[in-house]
């Protein structure tokens, strides 16, 4: 009987040890699953110096910091000039979408509401000229209502135009009621999401050349209104003149030239020559009236041509329009000088 026993405790303990050994016996395995955990992106950008002739890369800091920016409540109600030519003092909306140490300035050949000669599309922005992989910054706080490729949303002429894209909705920024959009297009990386609320000067993505696009540069627009194609202004009034180091004071000009019937000439080529006090030239601008088409006025300005970041000084604007005309006028650093004219 004991040895019966004790056999039976031989099989039993045999059992238990072969089922601790096997992972298929008196167990079941589970695999935890990933944690899919949102990440934006991290944006580590390099500027190239060249020093006794040697290229070496420096680190650039571009870490999202509070800026200053212009307050949305302002008593400021819009360009009324009683003479031909007045001054404004101008501090704008909005703040730079690409920072100090890049180029802020826009491209000149091809402004907003042209067609840069007859040689493109009918622009709705601006180009911001950079290099590929430059931060671009949030222009004002707001909300991200577009973040990504817009080949199933049509933002532009058609899907895909604007590549990697992201859209910023700005509430009661010159007025209660009416949203602003500021449009960045072209991105190589978009660093946002939708629904995000960001921050002006916010890091939101890297300059790019996705969609229609030639060569790395940021396009930006202003839609006011509507998030729609046919609602965009000109978004350098929506900037105050640059005051950085390296730059001279600078002013923005624009104005309204109306033909005999009180209707916006289109594409009138304009002359503008900063003169010394000897009435020498020392540079010239060379403007035209916005083209026909779906662009608009800034809804404070109700302007037909701008010419943005120009040093502060004198100036003579001139134009053939049935007769020669022409202008003399001085612009203060951090003004809006503004000209209107009547053709008769």
Partial sequence: MRRSLLLVWMILLVVLALGACSPDVGRVETTPQPTLTPTKITITVERVTEQGGERTLQPVNVSPTPQETPSPEREFTGVNCDDTFCLVPWAGWLVRPIGEGFRQVSDRSYPYASTGGGEYDLHHGVELLNSFGTPVLAAQDGEVVVAGMDDVTKLGPYNGFYGHVVVLRHQG????????YSLYAHLSEVGVDVGDRVLAGEVIGKVGASGAAFGSHLHFEVRVGQNDYASTVNPMLWFP???????????LLAGLVLDRNGSPMVNLPLTLEKITPTGAVEAYFYPTTYDAGPVNPHPLAGENFVVPDIPAGDYRLAFIAGRFHEYFFSLEPGTLGFIKVQLD
């Fill in 241 to 251: 003149p640059l005051d950085e180091a390296g730059h001279p004071e600078m002013a």
């Fill in 173 to 180: 920024l010159i007025s209660d009621g009416v949203d602003v």
